[in-house]
Nanobody, 124 residues
Framework: QLQLTESGGGLVQPGGSLRLSCAASGVTLDYYSIGWFRQAPGKEREGVSCISGSGSNTYYVDSVKGRFTISRDNAKNTSYLQMNTLKPEDTAVYYC?????????????????WGQGTQVTVSS
């Protein structure tokens, strides 16, 4: 059974950076697409970025393009979300998820396995 564990969240000032990690256990991630999603209070869950199993294909929601970078290290069974130039509107609980299906569309309903989430707060 695939289990995912996120880490790296925290409190950061606007303009700062964080790197989230998503560590998998139970099975190898090689054949899984990985997605990063977020949910802010009172808002729907949003697909932030998704990556194919090989890492050669990625998707970003428009609001994070040029600021966030998704990656994966299959040898370490881990995916990363590098977040730069953070804004207060990036504040949310961030989740990683995995699916044996396609990485795109980057929507929560397409993903089967979920981590517990990590809080990211961008505030001065």
């Amino acid at each position: 059974q695939l289990q995912l564990t996120e880490s790296g969240g925290g409190l950061v000032q606007p303009g700062g950076s964080l790197r989230l990690s998503c560590a998998a256990s139970g099975v190898t991630l090689d054949y899984y697409s990985i997605g990063w999603f977020r949910q802010a209070p009172g808002k729907e869950r949003e697909g932030v970025s998704c990556i194919s199993g090989s890492g050669s294909n990625t998707y970003y929601v428009d609001s994070v393009k040029g600021r966030f970078t998704i990656s994966r290290d299959n040898a370490k069974n881990t995916s990363y979300l590098q977040m730069n130039t953070l804004k207060p509107e990036d504040t949310a609980v961030y989740y990683c998820a995995a699916t044996l299906g396609r990485y795109h569309p980057c929507k929560g309903g397409q993903y089967d396995y979920w981590g517990q989430g990590t809080q990211v707060t961008v505030s001065s």
